[in-house]
């Protein structure tokens, strides 16, 4: 009686055990923790272009960059110590982790070209975020500016620094970086993106669309290169017209080496982009790598964590 009681129980368990266990493999599989993919960047920019990357909650970046003169070229060479003699561009800026998913920040860039003394306002909001799993394959990243000058206004009123009111000291950024970390050792990123400037010279265009790539290959833990690059849609006839003027527009590339050392990412680059604000070097960059006309540079970043 008591062997039919216990094979009773055991034909009653084994079904309910079994029926446990699948119920297990089958919620447990959906239930996986969808881990962020971290620093698919080790830096909210590239080197020109943004990264994906925001701040964490209550981090203060604060950021310096600095492009020099030419290497080569007329304006280059031994005499100005291969570009190290002058400044194209200088951006100081602080920028803040609202959310983990949104920072703001303020900037203030030398500028290059026509605009100069500029005021930069920016944002940049995680859209989406790549996962471990890959349920979400993709990184977006939403980044947008608006860029004041406070230069003293030409009294020439053909200039396109004459400003006869304050909207035309104003330029806008709008961009989309879609990234994706493959492995522990590569990145890469496009950068759709909108510039709107609302002076421009005679035949320029006020708005423009670009297309950049960015990347990032990890040589060892703290050392990595970083290279990008812009095509801006210029029409024809604008770029036929500014040739007759002796202006030739070129797509800016930046190659550089990124080193981490604890609290610092410090970017030692070249490029062929005399500005650092979207702004400028997208729709601007006048200056080639095959004339000898790139420069060194450096990006420096520093984060404090302000928050708990």
Do not use: C
């Amino acid at each position: 009686m008591l062997q039919i009681r216990i094979l009773t129980a055991l034909l009653l368990i084994a079904p309910a055990a079994m029926a446990q266990d699948d119920l297990g493999a089958i919620f447990g599989k959906d239930s996986v923790r969808r881990d962020p993919v971290i620093a698919t960047f080790k830096s909210t920019r590239i080197i020109n272009a943004q990264s994906n990357e925001t701040l964490a909650r209550g981090d203060l970046d604060f950021r310096v960059a600095h492009r020099f003169g030419d290497i080569g070229g007329a304006n280059g060479g031994a005499s100005t110590f291969f570009g190290i003699d002058n400044s194209t561009d200088i951006r100081i800026a602080f920028e803040y982790g609202i959310t983990n998913r949104l920072t703001a920040g303020v900037s203030r860039a030398k500028g290059s070209g026509a605009f100069s003394q500029l005021y930069e306002v920016l944002g940049k909001f995680k859209l989406l975020q790549q996962t471990m799993d890959n349920r979400v394959p993709l990184a977006v990243t939403l980044f947008g500016n608006a860029v004041v000058t406070s230069m003293k206004s030409n009294t020439d009123k053909e200039a396109v620094n004459y400003f006869d009111k304050f909207s035309s000291r104003m330029t806008y950024t709008a961009q989309a970086v879609i990234a994706r970390k493959f492995g522990d050792r590569f990145s890469l990123a496009l950068l759709p993106s909108y510039v709107h400037r609302n002076k421009v010279g005679y035949m320029d265009m006020n708005d423009m669309f670009a297309l950049g790539v960015g990347g990032r290959l990890r040589f060892s833990k703290r050392v990595a290169l970083v290279v990008d690059y812009f095509v801006p849609f210029r029409d024809e006839a604008s770029k036929d017209y500014y040739k007759t003027q002796g202006i030739e527009f070129f797509n800016p590339l930046g190659v550089g080496v990124e080193i981490e050392t604890g609290g610092h990412v410090f970017h030692l680059n070249f490029t062929n982009s005399t500005a650092t604000l979207e702004n400028q070097f997208i729709p601007e960059t006048t200056t080639s790598w095959l004339q000898g006309q790139f420069r060194w540079g450096f990006n420096i970043s520093r984060r404090f964590s302000l928050g708990r």
